[in-house]
């Protein structure tokens, strides 16, 4: 029987690739534009670190991770997600002595053992990017700026839903009545709902159940319950936003799957993508870095799903890969001498390429032409031809002695041939 990539687990094949780099691309370059420098951390990482992080009654930490132990006895977990990884480097290379915030951006693979459906893997890409530091409103309102900028490149027309869930301050108060209601109606909690009740009550409002959902519209939300700093906070993120031309909608149901957020909180749904909507999501979190034994540290941050991103992005403006020029061993070509010349034209920058399958005459161009080549060039037993794409069609120009193959590709059609 043959063996099949792991449930949950994903090619990106090389067709698909061009879509993929469309993405990054344009991330790595907001990113450069917004300031932000990138960061690369292990792929595993002490269990502990995401036990305390995302909260031991989270979904990640209770029934998603993959942990395991190591020779030396050691429990280690594939990372689920990047942000407490960016916090445990921000404290062990004391970046807090560098000038504030210390803004980073990772692009790298995360685990999580959750059902897979459309949207849902169990290993999946992240753009994550944080800013640590500083409790500045404005900051805030920058990533999510990135964001949405990030978006409007690619084409993605996503909402953006935005909310405060309060601090240390105001929450506990509010968790109290959260919870009396939720007491009062508890005959009309599903199971879910009961359990999040005992662990995290404010999870509750995360339900994809619609019975619940509406229930839960009569019940208080945080955004009543704010403190006056958090109100202020909250007002400025709204007004920074409004200067960077950003809609939003407040969601007062809006909380956030790990533990460790803290005012601002949001989510960028996409249409299409079914249950598994959120494309880019995140929030505040200024607890997070004291939690894992940093000094107190306030910052923000989000993170989106690459997969999600490119389903939604589609394949609007895919182009081919690029081959520049393409080598054909026509009648009596000496392949040795073809692939000496291949070398000069990648040498010189080129993406160039043969055939390396016996194809006939005619199927090497038809190969040449699939692969998008600017430039074909034929080999005859003295002499070569070269032939140019322009306006849809390829178009000849005189025979060039071999020695003059490499000059004349470099220097691109002539005139008339464009
Ligand atoms: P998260 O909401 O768990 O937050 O994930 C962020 C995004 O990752 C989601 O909106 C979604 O696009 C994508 N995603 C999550 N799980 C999966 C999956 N199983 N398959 C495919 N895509 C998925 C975080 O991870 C936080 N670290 C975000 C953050 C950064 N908050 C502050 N800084």
Not at 103 to 126: C, D, H, I, L, S
Not at 274 to 298: F, H, M, N
């Amino acid at each position: 029987m043959s063996i099949e990539a792991p449930k949950g687990t994903h090619d990106v094949l090389p067709r698909e690739w061009p879509a993929w780099q469309r993405v990054l691309d344009e991330a790595e370059r907001l990113c450069a534009a917004y300031g932000y420098r990138r960061i690369v951390t292990p792929t595993f990482e002490e269990t502990e670190l995401f036990a305390r992080s995302s909260g031991e009654a989270s979904d990640i930490v209770s029934k998603e991770m993959y942990s395991f132990e190591d020779r030396g006895e050691r429990s280690l977990t594939l990372r689920p997600e990047g942000t407490a990884q960016v916090c445990r480097a921000y404290i062990e290379h004391g970046l807090q002595r560098e000038p504030q915030p210390v803004k980073t951006w990772m692009v790298a693979p995360m685990f999580r053992y959750a059902r897979p459906q459309k949207g849902r893997y169990r290993e999946f890409w992240q753009l994550s990017v944080e800013a640590i530091g500083c409790e500045d409103p404005a900051l805030d309102a920058e990533l999510i700026a990135l964001q949405h900028a990030w978006l409007k490149a690619l084409g993605i027309e996503a909402t953006l839903l935005l909310n405060s869930i309060g601090d240390r301050a105001c929450r506990p108060a509010y968790l109290e009545r959260l919870e009396a209601w939720l007491d009062e109606h508890s005959s009309e909690l599903d199971a879910e709902a009961r359990h999040k009740r005992e662990t995290s009550p404010l999870r509750v409002f995360d339900t994809k159940n619609p019975e619940l959902a509406a229930l839960l519209e009569g019940a208080p939300t945080i955004g009543d319950a704010l403190c006056a700093e958090c109100r202020e906070h909250f007002e400025a993120v709204k007004t920074f936003l409004d200067a960077c031309g950003v809609a939003y909608e407040v969601a007062p149901r809006l909380v956030r799957g790990l533990d460790y957020y803290t005012r601002t909180a949001f989510e960028f749904v996409a249409p299409g993508l079914g249950a598994q909507d959120a494309v880019s999501a995140g929030g505040r979190y200024d607890y997070l870095v004291e939690t894992i034994g940093g000094p107190p540290t306030p910052a923000v941050g989000f993170a989106s799903g690459i997969e999600r991103i490119v389903l939604s992005a589609g394949e609007s403006e895919v182009g081919k890969d690029g081959t520049d020029a393409f080598l054909i061993a026509a009648e009596g070509a000496d392949r040795v001498l073809m692939v000496k010349i291949l070398e000069e034209l990648r040498e010189n920058g080129l993406a160039a390429d043969m055939d390396y399958a016996s194809r006939s005459t005619k199927g090497q161009l038809t190969q040449g032409q699939r692969l998008g080549a600017r430039c074909l060039v034929s080999f005859y037993s003295k002499s070569a031809l070269l032939e140019w794409v322009g306006s849809g069609k390829y178009r000849g120009e005189p025979v060039t002695p071999f020695d003059e193959i490499v000059k004349n590709v470099l220097a691109g059609p002539r005139g008339d041939l464009l």
